[in-house]
């Protein structure tokens, strides 16, 4: 690992295998656009779309990042009916960057904390999402943390993965493996090779499909607990 991320990884950060971004915490907000060709905004419409919220839902945020999404969702969640948003990272420099950003009465909080050992007791969630993380972690702690999703999630509720994906398109191809080179990460490789949903197969979710494609290599996923 190069010593300037070894040097800037936060404590929760250094708990884990998967690729924490303490070190990239001031640029991501401007890169993350860039990186998704400008889907984020679309992502987030279509994550709420399928969310199916309600003001009291309490949602989970796994790999929340700097929480635009988990602000976002924290919108149309109304603390005074029990509702609420948790977003968790193990990044804390992000989640020093996502809490600055939280306007004061969005009923958000950010938690440090690793997506294979969630701070939470079962069944705490009336829904769960998850953007852009899985492909920052291998396959074992994919399984983990999707494990850990369904455990803190109630019975009969779901919850939204939207992630890098095996590619639909030419182009998509072109852009995932140009990712994958970029930025040297098996953990793109493996979801480009469909193992995001070799672990969904493993997970104990009672079923999951994939709803949607984007930019022919990003998939929005649902998930039935
Ligand atoms: C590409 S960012 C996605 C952030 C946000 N969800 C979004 O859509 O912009 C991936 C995030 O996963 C976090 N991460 C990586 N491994 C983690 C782990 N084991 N537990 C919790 N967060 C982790 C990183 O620190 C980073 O903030």
């Known amino acids: 690992m190069p010593s300037i991320i070894a040097h800037n990884m936060s404590d929760t950060a250094a708990g884990t295998t998967g690729r924490t971004l303490d070190y990239a915490a001031p640029l991501y907000d401007w890169l993350a656009p860039i990186m998704v060709f400008g889907f984020e905004q679309r992502c987030a419409r279509h994550v ?121 398109t030419l182009l998509g191809s072109c852009s995932a493996w140009a990712g994958y080179r970029l930025f040297r990460q098996e953990e793109i490789r493996e979801n480009i090779e469909g193992r995001l949903r070799e672990a969904f197969d493993a997970s104990p979710f009672q079923s999951w499909r994939s709803v949607s494609h984007h930019s022919g290599y990003m998939t929005l996923f649902e998930l039935i607990r």
């Not at 603390?79 to 809490?99: F, H, N």
Request: with cysteine.
């Open 48 to 168: 709420i779309e399928h969310l199916d919220l309600s003001p009291s839902h309490r949602v989970l945020d796994v790999g929340c990042g700097t929480g635009s999404l988990t602000r976002r969702l924290g919108q149309s969640l109304d603390a005074s009916a029990g509702g609420g948003i948790v977003g968790v990272d193990a990044a804390e420099r992000m989640l020093d960057i996502a809490r600055s950003k939280s306007p004061a009465g969005l009923p958000c909080r950010f938690v440090a904390g690793l997506a294979e050992s969630l701070p939470y007791s079962d069944c705490t969630f009336d829904r769960a999402v998850s953007t852009f993380f899985f492909h920052h972690v291998e396959f074992n702690l994919k399984t983990k943390a999707l494990s850990e999703m369904w455990r803190t999630l109630i019975p009969g509720s779901k919850a939204i993965v939207v992630d890098v994906d095996v590619p639909t």
